[in-house]
């Protein structure tokens, strides 16, 4: 079957790094992708992996290892326009098609 | 400007009533998507169409049906079956590139 895991909160303080992990199960893997999503809002792209490593966009990376089912974002420098809910997503093509299946997200609070 | 465009920001629906949501797109996207968001919860996949003339279901797609006439359309209908229609309704772009989504739809029953 298909399964995505993300921890369901997770706090920091401004300044600091925070790291949220996504484990998967997924017959078809074909990426992972990150999106951040402010409360009310639509979900916006911030990054992905397809090949195992790392990704580095700015503040924001993303590491993929595809043999243990498992991906992480790091947040650096955190600031408070950063809290916000952060989801894990697999593409998945076993249909022949592009399928991509959420995780429930992980909402981060940044404190001052 | 260039994007996912949904209409309306908010829509009600009365008892028994049929109500569409609508998604355009300028992006060329061949893939098109369509997700439900309740509260504290990821997303749910609806329907799916990766060309014109062509679609698929998701994971929840009793109570919906969709329609995909031309590439830069892709209406949603939420039918009087689908009995908790509440919910942010959204619509993305893009298969063999990252997804990219419009702004949504609140979806309420009066």
């Known amino acids: 079957g298909q399964n995505i895991d993300q921890p369901t909160e997770m706090t920091a303080t401004e300044g600091a790094i925070v790291q949220i992990n996504c484990t998967y199960q997924t017959s078809g893997f074909n990426g992972l992708f990150w999106y951040q999503q402010h409360a009310g809002e639509a979900p916006t792209f911030l990054s992905y992996n397809v090949l195992d490593g790392l990704e580095e966009k700015g503040r924001f990376s993303s590491f993929l290892s595809r043999s243990k089912g498992y991906s992480y974002l790091l947040l650096k420098e955190l600031q408070m326009k950063d809290s916000a809910s952060y989801l894990c997503a697999v593409r998945d093509d076993t249909s022949g098609t592009y399928k991509y299946i959420f995780g429930t997200g992980t909402r981060l609070k940044v404190l001052a | 400007d260039g994007g996912i465009t949904q209409s309306p920001k908010y829509l009600f629906r009365k008892e028994g009533q049929n109500v569409t949501l609508s998604c355009e797109q300028n992006l060329n996207h061949d893939a098109m998507y369509w997700y439900r968001q309740d509260p504290g919860q990821g997303l749910r996949l609806i329907y799916y169409?990766?060309?014109?003339?062509?679609?698929q279901k998701g994971d929840i797609a009793e109570g919906y049906s969709v329609s995909r006439e031309k590439k830069e359309s892709f209406p949603l209908t939420v039918t009087s079956a689908q009995k908790n229609p509440t919910a942010f309704y959204l619509c993305?772009?893009?298969?063999?590139?990252?997804?990219?989504f419009g702004d949504g739809t609140r979806l309420s029953i009066l």
């Open positions: 993305a772009g893009g298969g063999n590139q990252p997804q990219h």
């Open positions: 169409s990766q060309i014109v003339n062509d679609f």
